[in-house]
């Protein structure tokens, strides 16, 4: 059965960092590009990063570039997503999904299918 699952989340303080982890069961990522999304308490799901299946392309939604890394390791059928200087609006549950990363920006939510379960991630003490 095709499956992601993230993992990674927790509470830390503002400034902190946090690295999230997808992986995958029942299928390999080698030919999948992979997008990171969240959403905060009453707001819609937003688009946070993807990467392509040979991780050379790499889009971030403005509101994270500098502060946010996404990278994979196919080896371990995994992806990751290093978020540095989290501040109270990245507070939020934090899903991967399957989709395309193409052009200059996303992802989109309306392309994702196979959504992971989702992971607490929050940047306030």
């Known amino acids: 059965q095709l499956q992601l699952v993230e993992s990674g989340g927790g509470l830390v303080q503002p400034g902190g960092s946090l690295r999230l982890s997808c992986a995958a069961s029942?299928?390999?990522?080698?030919?999948?590009?992979i997008g990171w999304f969240r959403q905060a308490p009453g707001k819609e799901r937003e688009g946070v990063s993807c990467i392509s299946s040979s991780g050379g392309r790499r889009n971030y939604a403005d509101s994270v570039k500098g502060r946010f890394t996404i990278s994979r390791d196919n080896a371990k059928n995994t992806v990751y997503l290093q978020m540095n200087s989290l501040n109270a609006e990245d507070t939020a549950v934090y899903y991967c999904?399957?989709?395309?990363?193409?052009?200059?920006?996303?992802?989109?939510?309306?392309?994702?299918?196979?959504w992971g379960q989702g992971t607490q991630g929050t940047g306030s003490s």
């Open positions: 999904a399957l989709g395309p990363c193409t052009g200059g920006s996303g992802p989109f939510v309306g392309q994702y299918d196979y």
């Open positions: 029942g299928f390999t990522l080698d030919d999948f590009a």
